[in-house]
T-cell receptor, first 116, second 114 residues
Framework: GESVGLHLPTLSVQEGDNSIINCAYS??????FIWYKQESGKGPQFIID?????DKRQGQRVTVLLNKTVKHLSLQIAATQPGDSAVYFC???????????????FGKGTKLSVKP | KAGVTQTPRYLIKTRGQQVTLSCSPI?????VSWYQQTPGQGLQFLFE???????NKGNFPGRFSGRQFSNSRSEMNVSTLELGDSALYLC?????????????FGSGTQLSVL
């Protein structure tokens, strides 16, 4: 899910299909990862998170997979709906639990377009 | 429970002016972070406040500053505006800003510098 400037990678899917959005993260020490959804004119909306001691986490219609070996994160959306159309960002954080959150490092985003 | 509230929603300024943006966190949240979002650079961390103290700062010039009040509300200020400061400025809040906490964003203030 990396890109530069306005040229966001775009994933176009048919309504009802499953979507997979990928993200390569940068810091091997990162231990907390989040997926956000951003619709036009709105701020990023929290979707799901995962800690580095897990490799899979499921939510409602969404699943996040973490592969620390290759520093890769993916978001799977089941039965994609038109309302899922948005830009999706992955974010990483070296959380060092109990300490300061520091800052989230965001990927450039992937635009998901759902065709009815 | 109300979400993160940012005001104003839109701002138009000219080069050289200064601007102040406001953020009210989710009730009970004591940590407030600010991010800048542009098409070219994406989302970049500006700074984070907790208990009226700046705990972390991103790689932005000193023209960007902020503060947090005792009620956890926060403001950020940009002085001597430049064209490149045009961006969506996002505020986010979390309970205590500890590692691994969920971070919730407002809808942002869209700043245009002419």
């Amino acid at each position: 899910g990396e890109s530069v400037g306005l040229h966001l990678p775009t994933l176009s899917v048919q309504e009802g299909d499953n979507s997979i959005i990928n993200c390569a993260y940068s810091n091997s020490a990162s231990d907390y990862f989040i997926w956000y959804k951003q619709e036009s004119g709105k701020g990023p909306q929290f979707i799901i998170d995962i800690r580095s001691n897990m490799d899979k986490r499921q939510g409602q219609r969404v699943t996040v997979l973490l592969n620390k070996t290759v520093k890769h994160l993916s978001l799977q959306i089941a039965a994609t709906q038109p309302g899922d159309s948005a830009v999706y960002f992955c974010a990483e954080n070296f959380a060092h639990y109990g300490g300061s959150q520091g800052n989230l490092i965001f990927g450039k985003g992937t635009k998901l377009s759902v065709k009815p | 429970k109300a979400g993160v509230t940012q005001t104003p929603r839109y701002l138009i300024k000219t080069r050289g002016q200064q601007v102040t943006l406001s953020c009210s966190p989710i009730s009970g949240h004591r940590s407030v972070s600010w991010y800048q979002q542009t098409p070219g650079q994406g989302l970049q961390f500006l700074f984070e406040y907790f208990s009226e103290t700046q705990r972390n700062k991103g790689n932005f010039p000193g023209r960007f500053s902020g503060r947090q009040f005792s009620n956890s509300r926060s403001e950020m200020n940009v002085s001597t505006l430049e064209l490149g400061d045009s961006a969506l400025y996002l505020c986010a809040s979390s309970l205590s800003g500890q590692g691994g906490e969920k971070l919730f964003f407002g809808s942002g203030t869209q700043l245009s510098v002419l």
